[in-house]
């Protein structure tokens, strides 16, 4: 199973703000289905409760420490590493956050799927620092602001060297 990390930052790494992205950029949205759909997609209870509803076309799992938590059409475990094993026969297991689920898991996760929104927005969750030299991009697109997204953005992908 490919272990991979989808994420929309600023360059400040900044991810959220009060439990909702920092920015409307609907080409992200897009891209996030796009690469997202027909996968297992693993999210901790809050960010479930930030998209509001289990995501259609996708095996939603959701960890969460209270046990008694419910959620419509997902899949609801105490950890990471139960979510892991259930998700064993996968191909790719997308993790879509929030931030404690990223600094879990990033130096296990094999690609990176990031959108960089260009600038610094205010906000109180980030991604994890992390050694950027221990991966190798496989892709980048550049986008300009237009008259839907109003900031400048790149979809990247990295792939961990394996060398």
């Given amino acids: 199973m490919k272990l991979s990390i989808i994420v929309a930052m600023d360059d400040n790494y900044l991810i959220g703000k009060d439990n909702s992205l920092p920015w409307y950029l609907p080409a992200d949205l897009a891209y996030f289905k796009k690469i997202t759909i027909g996968k297992t997609i693993l999210m ?31 899949e609801v475990v105490s950890s990471i590493d139960v979510a892991l094993s259930l998700a064993n026969n996968d191909n790719e297991l997308m993790i879509v956050g929030g931030s404690s689920f990223y600094d879990q898991i990033i130096d296990k996760v094999d690609r990176l799927y990031i959108t960089e929104v260009k600038g610094m927005f205010d906000g109180d ?39």
């Fill in 44 to 74: 901790g209870r809050k960010t479930h409760d930030s998209i509001g509803r289990s995501l259609p076309n996708r095996r939603n799992i959701i960890v969460s420490k209270n046990t008694k938590f419910k959620a419509d059409n997902c």
């Fill in 125 to 163: 969750a980030y991604f994890p620092e992390f050694d950027r030299t221990k991966f190798i991009e496989l892709s980048r697109e550049s986008h300009k602001p237009d008259e839907k997204n109003f900031y400048t953005y790149n979809f990247i992908v990295l792939q961990r060297n394996t060398y």
